[in-house]
């Protein structure tokens, strides 16, 4: 059976930067599109960043240059690293799985993580 399980979330302040982690199991994380999504209160979940069965990567143009996504294949671990964190980056995230390898733009997949708490404030 397919998981993912985030962890890393956290009380930062603005400027500061946090890691995000996915432990996925039940499938090779290097076969799937893998991403991250954000929920912040009030607004629709939208996508963040993913990564390629082959290494692309892709971001959104408001955490372009300030979150760097990567795995650990022999961890079976997704992570986000997040810089400059700034008050708009308050969400919850969530990490995503999708049935395919490939992709040219962040699609939502079928597997979804509970979320892990991004709180940016002072």
């Known amino acids: 059976q397919l998981q993912l399980v985030e962890s890393g979330g956290g009380l930062v302040q603005p400027g500061g930067s946090l890691r995000l982690s996915c432990a996925a199991s039940?499938?090779?994380?290097?076969?799937?599109?893998i991403g991250w999504f954000r929920q912040a209160p009030g607004k629709e979940r939208e996508g963040v960043s993913c990564?390629?069965?082959?290494?692309?990567?892709i971001y959104q143009p408001p955490v372009e240059g300030r979150f760097t996504i990567s795995r650990d294949n022999a961890k079976s671990t997704l992570y986000l690293q997040m810089d400059n964190l700034q008050s708009d980056d308050t969400a919850v995230y969530y990490c995503?799985?999708?049935?395919?390898?490939?992709?040219?733009?962040?699609?939502?997949?079928?597997?979804w993580g509970q979320g892990t708490q991004v709180t940016v404030s002072t």
């Open positions: 995503n799985a999708a049935n395919t390898g490939t992709t040219t733009s962040i699609i939502m997949g079928t597997y």
């Open positions: 039940g499938f090779t994380l290097d076969k799937r599109v």
């Open positions: 990564i390629s069965r082959r290494g692309d990567t």
